[in-house]
């Protein structure tokens, strides 16, 4: 039943919501390291990956998946190949830090003053992009906005700034430690595709094209669970510490109530429970398959100290 409900959401979600996946060959500038345990393992902001333990990766979606369950990664940075040889415990480097996004798309600089700044009264605006620094400065992504501003530590700056197709000028202070206080605004994949940062390619699915897809994706989230079961039982990786409950099932979802999302993970969480309840584990339904198996073998029920 868990099985068969995975292949009705899956199927399901791709009739209604279609696929969409960013090529990386899209990030023509490289992946944002902006978290310090990237930085610690060897990433930085630009580097463009090419492959995990030398498997070609070819969408974003997959790379952080692909990266916590790999063992080294290969980039190209700056026109040369390098090879980062990830920590046998980097999973539990993750899990313990809960900073899942050690890596990601390098975004523009779209921000907002935090009520701390002293820029808190400047006006700056959800949906104004900053494309430069005193008019000499140019700016792509606010990672670029964060390294030009070390240059300015205790002065004020003006920032250009781009806002319904129109440049104007704000001026903004910098503090002792080059920053202004900013927070930046998490911009739907959507409209970085609008703005040139990323492609995104979709797939439709009819109603009735949509079953044998649900039923493909159902397998590859299956491999994808036991690749990270296996890892349990690899205790130089530390993966057994960070075994779940109904806590970490909460958290799973998030706290904005999206569709898509919650379906999504309810049909994995199906595949879960079916791989799980097949083991080989007393109390569960693969542990009463091996105690039925021997009595269809031997003829006799197993004892009850057995049981």
């Known amino acids: 039943v868990n099985v068969l409900l995975a292949f009705l959401i899956y199927a399901m979600i791709l009739f209604t919501w279609g696929e969409k996946k960013t090529p990386m060959s899209s990030l ?13 393992v060897g990433f930085q902001t630009g580097d463009k990956i090419i492959s995990v333990d030398n498997k070609p990766i070819h969408y974003f979606n997959d790379l952080k998946i692909e990266i916590l369950l790999g063992h080294t990664v290969q980039i190209d940075r700056n026109g040369e190949k390098v090879e980062i ?77 781009e806002r319904n197709n129109q440049i104007i000028k704000v001026p903004v202070q910098v503090n002792q430690n080059s920053m202004v206080g900013a927070v930046l605004v998490d911009v739907p994949e959507e409209d970085l595709e609008k703005m040139g940062i ?21 397998f590859d989230k299956l491999n994808f669970y036991v690749r990270q079961f296996k890892m349990i039982f690899t205790p130089s990786t530390g993966g057994y510490k960070h075994i779940g409950g109904f806590k970490s099932m909460a958290k799973m979802f998030g706290d ?52």
Not at 134 to 160: A, G, P, R
Request: charged content about 25%; glycine content about 4%; aromatic content about 14%.
């Open 85 to 161: 040889k990830l920590p046998q415990d980097f999973v539990d480097q993750i899990a313990t830090n809960e900073k899942f996004f050690f890596i990601d798309i390098r975004r523009p600089a779209f921000f907002q003053f935090s009520p701390e700044s002293v820029n808190k009264n400047v006006d700056i605006k959800a949906n104004d992009r900053i494309i430069g620094i005193n008019d000499s400065i140019k700016i792509t992504y606010y990672d670029e906005f964060q390294t030009q501003l070390k240059q300015f530590k205790n002065q004020s700056v003006v920032l250009n700034v």
């Open 28 to 40: 023509k500038d490289g992946i944002a390291c902006n978290d310090s345990i990237g930085k610690l």
């Open 256 to 307: 904005e109530w999206i569709w898509e999302d919650f379906w999504t993970r309810t049909a994995f969480l199906s595949v879960v429970l079916a791989f799980m309840n097949l083991l080989p584990i007393p109390a569960l339904d693969g542990g009463h398959v091996v105690f039925t198996l021997y009595e269809m073998i031997t003829r006799r029920a197993p004892s009850v100290k057995v049981l």
């Open 198 to 218: 990323v492609s995104i390619e979709r797939k439709k699915y009819g109603f009735f094209e949509s079953f044998p897809a649900g039923v493909a994706m159902t």
